[in-house]
């Protein structure tokens, strides 16, 4: 019998820069009374990951650029915001009021360069952006867990995406370590004997997904979720392979 089993960890405090996440994630297990077997995947919250890596930046220390001025009139958004985006991006796909779709420098085609104000602690506006290189942090956690626990167990950094012509936000991998993101069923049969010839299975989003919908998109405060009965095997992964070259594009 094929299982997937989902559990939400409870009591993660907010999270700071410079904290341990591996040791939290530890700790949440244990409140959880689970324990991390080998073959199991941690799905996390990418707010927590880029909170852990100081990837918060205060707007009083932002100076728009001229052209962040100008696309911010357009977006109706503030302009420093827009100047975090720039930063971030290889370059800009479309503006209308309330959005700015970019390319982001890992390759991600996104709204807002994935930058994000809610549930950014403080005073003073700020904004947190993603993790300068969520594979690299997928790895770091993943090692860490084994160093703790001693078990293979694979990692999946988390985030919300819109997508082209569907409404509504999904869970998305932008991190993974330990696990493939991508499975390709290419050349194996079907039921009738069929040979596949084009499917490949974003496995890392569909577990991300999956996993959303217990962690929440508002104030849950649930940013990590234990998943058992992944059903594809382990291996050294990353969220790159999920980025569709430009060259096999076809909609730009």
């Known amino acids: 019998m094929r299982e997937l089993t989902l559990t939400a960890l409870p009591g993660m405090p907010e999270v700071t820069a410079g904290v341990d996440l591996a040791a939290l994630l530890v700790e949440a297990l244990g409140r959880a009374s689970k324990v991390l077997q080998s073959g199991d995947a941690l799905v996390i919250a990418q707010k927590i990951v880029s ?3 100081g990837r918060m930046v205060r707007l009083a220390e932002v100076s728009p650029s001229a052209r962040a001025e100008l696309l911010g009139r357009a977006a109706e958004k503030d302009p420093r915001l827009v100047e975090l985006m720039l930063r971030e991006s290889r370059e800009v796909l479309r503006v209308k009021p309330g959005v700015v779709i970019v390319e982001h420098r890992l390759g991600f085609v996104m709204a807002n360069a994935g930058i994000d104000q809610s549930n950014v602690p403080g005073a003073e506006p700020a904004a947190l952006l993603l993790p300068e290189d969520p594979d690299a942090s997928a790895r770091r956690i993943e090692t860490d867990l084994k160093r703790i626990l001693g078990v293979d167990a694979g990692v999946v950094i988390n985030d919300s995406f819109g997508r082209a012509w569907r ?3 999904a869970g998305v ?4 370590a330990g696990m493939p993101a991508l499975v390709d069923l290419r050349g194996r049969p ?3 004997g069929r040979t596949l010839k084009v499917t490949q299975v974003a496995a890392a989003d569909e577990l991300a997904a999956a996993a959303s919908l217990l962690m929440g998109q ?3 405060g649930l940013p990590a979720v234990l998943a058992r009965g992944f059903p594809y095997a382990g291996r050294a992964g990353s969220a790159a ?3 569709r070259p430009r060259t096999e594009d076809l909609f730009r």
């Open 173 to 176: 991998a932008i991190g993974v």
């Open 51 to 53: 909170k852990a890596e």
């Open 241 to 243: 392979e999920l980025v």
């Open 190 to 192: 079907d039921r009738g």
């Open 218 to 220: 508002s104030d849950e």
């Open 167 to 169: 409404n509504g936000v």
